[in-house]
């Protein structure tokens, strides 16, 4: 783990649960080469490119890029990638509370019983226990702001993605 990834508290094992090369470099090349067109700037980390444990990258998975997590400071903030038709899958959170702003793109956002469609500039929070899932409508790129991300705070709906996470629970 490098140093600067050590600064945001990212999970210790990434390399274990990230999808694998060569989808891993294809899937950042795309993705980078996005942000240069939408002139986003991007922290100097090694993003996270996650399948959620199904195999199926482009249909469920995404791509975060941490800024910030600090456990005692009480903060977290990412940004989040996702490719057209890509989908982060249903999950709810014990204690994190999550706020994301739509930075580029069009997302569909599913949180309860609510099915949003959200364009650039939109401020959705999602409070803990809230079922919560996204999909962008074209390549799209979110804010997340929220509580510290600690990997046992989630829970996914899809038993397969949730024993997946629990390996890395510890
Ligand atoms: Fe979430």
């Known amino acids: 783990m490098s140093k600067r990834r050590s600064m945001v508290n990212m999970p210790p094992k990434r390399k274990v649960f990230e999808v694998s090369e060569p989808e891993r470099g294809r899937a950042l090349r795309a993705c980078r080469s996005q942000m240069r067109k939408w002139q986003i700037a991007l922290p ?10 199904l195999n199926d ?15 005692r400071a009480g903060y977290c903030g990412k940004y989040m990638f996702v490719f057209d038709g ?14 994301f702003f739509v930075v ?3 997302i569909c956002l599913r949180a309860g019983r ?9 401020v959705v929070p999602v409070a803990p226990g809230v079922v919560h899932s996204f999909m962008g409508e074209g390549n799209a790129l ?10 046992a705070d989630n829970v996914f709906v899809e038993p ?3 024993r997946w996470l629990k390996k890395f629970a510890g």
């Open 160 to 162: 397969r993605t949730d």
């Open 44 to 53: 100097s980390i090694d993003p996270l490119v996650l399948d959620f444990g």
């Open 114 to 122: 609510k099915t949003l469609r959200l364009s650039e500039g939109s």
């Open 57 to 71: 990258f482009m249909r469920v998975g995404e791509i975060e890029f941490w800024i910030a997590n600090e456990i």
């Open 142 to 151: 979110l804010l997340e702001l929220s509580t510290p991300c600690q990997i």
């Open 104 to 106: 580029k793109g069009r």
């Open 86 to 99: 890509q989908t982060c899958p249903l999950h709810s959170h014990r204690r994190k509370h999550e706020t």
